[in-house]
């Protein structure tokens, strides 16, 4: 299966207006933002787990990378509450579910695999600090390797923030309020994509914005899993 799999061109998905769609395991639904491969893939989704649904134990021999958009995510490591950022590396094990329900979007396959670096930041606990060089934005640094950079910002209502994605690419989920790129409105689980050398500049509403943005990871063109 491919979704969105030409990454020389923006993507934008509104996922969410999108109905769900169910996986292989009961009570887990998702929505799927892009992905090169079939059930084994390198895929970016939105899963919601019903109150009571899990996943069977599973080893992610690619990784798995997500945030905690609502409810409380479980597994055997521990209880991870809206706002938890994951990185779960290569070759490591668990057996997710949630007993209350949850909602978290998540990206698969899309690590170096020497990687070997669990990341667990519990995001309500950090501070935002003002970027100087992007006035209107505030940055709560996530992640940084050689290869990527992650953060959430958040962008003052009305402010121009300038998207760039030169060095390798970009990616932004919209979690909280609205901004205007490129004509098109984006609002609560709406994700943007940006190529290798793609510039674009974001308005936030007049809510103001929350946003997970990753950068630098598209500097090669991704593949599917070799498997």
Known sequence: MELNGDFSKRAAVHAGKMAWKASPMAGVDRRMLDRLGDEVARATSIVRFAPGSSFSPHVHTGGEEFLVLDGVFQDEHGDFPA???????????????????????????????????????????????????????EVLELFEDDREHVSLERWAAGSQIELDGQAGGLEVLLLDGSFAEAGETFEEQSWLRLPKGGQTTATAGDQGTRVWIKRGHLSTPPSPPAV
Do not use: M
Not at 83 to 93: A, D, H, L, M, W
Not at 95 to 104: F, L, M, Q, R, V
Not at 107 to 112: E, I, P, R, S, Y
């Open 83 to 137: 706002g938890s950022y994951i990185r779960n590396p290569p070759e490591s094990s668990h057996t997710p579910g949630s007993e209350p329900g949850c909602t978290i979007f998540v990206k698969l396959w899309q690590f170096n695999l020497a990687d070997r670096t669990h990341v667990r930041v519990d995001t309500a606990e950090k501070p935002f600090t003002p970027d100087p060089a992007r006035p209107g934005a």
